[in-house]
Structure formats: C-alpha cells, structure tokens
C-alpha cells in the first residue's frame, strides 16, 4: 500500500521557521518524485515546490522561492520542506504527494498519482 505521512506542522510565529517530512512506503522511492502542496481555506490547492527521484532537480513556485526549501533523505524515504521567514498568508493545511515517471517541473495537482493527509501549519503575526 502506497503511503505517505506529513509531519512537522504546528503554529509558529511570524518570521519563524518550520520543517515538514513526508515519509514515503509502499513503493520504490527512487521511482517517485515528490511534490509539496498546501491549501488554505477556501482556496483552491496550490503547488510550492517538487523534488526529483533521483535528487538531482527541484523547483519552486514563485510564492515560496527563496524562502522554502525541498530536500530528500532517500535512506530514510523521507522527503522535507524546510519553511524560513513564515507569513500569516502561509497559513494552510500541507500536503506531500508522488507521481511516478519522468521528472519534470510540474506542480499540478492533477498530475500527482498519491496523497497524504495534510498537516496544518499556523503563522500567527
């Protein structure tokens, strides 16, 4: 069974920091690339940032370049999203996902085969 489980979120002042994983089981991780998500209230979902399988690539969306970044242990399967100088407008519930095959720069919710459960993170001002 294909899972992935987020962790990490929590409330966090203004400016602060936080680090989510996204432990991955059920499927060879070197097959998957790994995309991070999140969705505030009321909003549509929104890709910030993939990982190449391999390691080699990533990408970022506009909305979090420079102050996120995606990262890969593959020996422990987990992928992180390190989140620096955190905004109010950060506020959302964030999502790990996996789509299998070709790397490509993608950060469409359409195009990501597998989901986690979320986890909330709260930037208080």
């Known amino acids: 069974e294909v899972q992935l489980v987020e962790s990490g979120g929590g409330l966090v002042q203004a400016g602060g920091s936080l680090r989510l994983s996204c432990a991955v089981s059920g499927f060879t991780f070197d097959d998957y690339n790994i995309g991070w998500f999140r969705q505030a209230p009321g909003k549509e979902r929104e890709g910030l940032s993939c990982i190449s399988s391999s390691d080699d690539f990533t990408y970022y969306s506009d909305s979090v370049k420079g102050r996120f970044t995606i990262s890969s242990d593959n020996a422990k399967n987990t992928v992180y999203l390190q989140m620096n100088s955190l905004k109010p407008e950060d506020t959302a519930v964030y999502y790990c996902?996996?789509?299998?095959?070709?790397?490509?720069?993608?950060?469409?919710?359409?195009?990501?085969?597998?989901w986690g459960q979320g986890t909330q993170v709260t930037v208080s001002s």
């Open positions: 996902a996996a789509y299998l095959g070709d790397w490509y720069p993608i950060l469409g919710v359409a195009d990501y085969h597998y």
